[in-house]
């Protein structure tokens, strides 16, 4: 099995490090990652642009490792066609220093890459976690190899798209997994002007998060219990799948691991 895993805050960053360990036992693992960091991009294509794509350090002596000089986007496009040559059967972004829930999977680069690895008829899945838990976590580790595993199943159909997000474990330990639909939030801009005489964009995520207000089953609701928050999404429109048979599997072998 061909195992394309990127990310979206360069190649050198941690979290992609800490999913690579997570599924090398399962294929050969090869990390195509933009050069520098990415975050916040969705899915941004370099179009009109020369791309340099390079050799780069790698943490595992059997894990080839790219870096490219664009997008998360970019990189799933040039590992998919140019590194791979087409020979992928599941591309994986993360594990995301962050949250990447509601409306925030939209910009979100990590999210991003596997929109795009999906849009090209392949199985893809994004990772992300609170800013503050340890990427490299034991449980983690085994949870998200248990995943990427019902991913690469040939029960689950090409371009399948899925969202995990694993909720904060540094002081209470992950109860379970469940299925979670994206939650309604506001979405705002800021401008940050600068002494230049430009201005610097901020996103501002609101999300509701008073418990009479919060919808149950949403992904924010659920990593608010403690549990990890898996959601299947149509490639072609990003509406939520409630139904879906390998999502069902995924939170099925989660739970195994945990217990």
């Given amino acids: 099995m061909n195992i394309l895993v990127t ?27 933009p050069a520098e960091n990415k975050s916040g991009v969705g899915t941004a294509i370099s179009f009109r642009q020369s791309l340099k794509i390079n050799s780069a350090p790698s943490r595992f002596d059997d894990v080839d490792c790219f870096a490219v000089s664009g997008t998360p986007a970019d990189s799933v496009i040039l590992g ?29 680069g990590t999210f991003g890459a596997a929109i795009v690895a999906a849009a090209k008829g392949y199985k893809a899945c994004a990772f992300s976690m609170d800013h503050g838990d340890i990427l490299d976590d034991e449980v983690i580790a085994k949870v998200t190899g248990a995943i990427a595993a019902e991913l690469l199943s040939e029960e689950t159909p090409q371009a399948g ?34 002494s230049d005489g430009g201005f610097e964009v901020f996103s501002g995520l609101q999300i509701v998060i008073d418990s009479e207000q919060l919808e149950p089953g949403t992904d924010v609701e659920v990593l608010t219990r403690d549990r990890i928050a898996i959601s299947a999404v149509e490639g072609p429109t990003l509406n939520y799948i409630h139904d879906d048979p390998t999502m069902h599997r995924m939170i099925a072998a989660a739970n195994k691991v945990i217990g």
Avoid: Q
């Avoid at 992609?16 to 990652?33: E, I, P, Q, S, Y």
């Avoid at 087409?86 to 509601?102: A, E």
């Fill in 161 to 194: 798209l899925y969202n995990v997000n694993y909720p904060m474990f540094r002081y209470d330990p992950i109860l379970s997994a469940e299925a979670a639909k994206p939650a309604v939030s506001d979405f705002k801009m800021y401008l940050n002007p600068h």
């Fill in 80 to 108: 998919i066609e140019h590194v791979l040559n087409h020979d992928v059967d599941v591309v994986l972004s993360g594990i995301n220093p962050g949250f990447n829930t509601s409306r925030n999977m939209f910009i979100s």
């Fill in 7 to 33: 990310n979206d805050d360069g190649f050198d960053n941690p979290g992609v490090w800490a999913l690579v360990n997570a599924v090398r036992h399962l294929g050969k693992v090869t990390v195509v990652a």
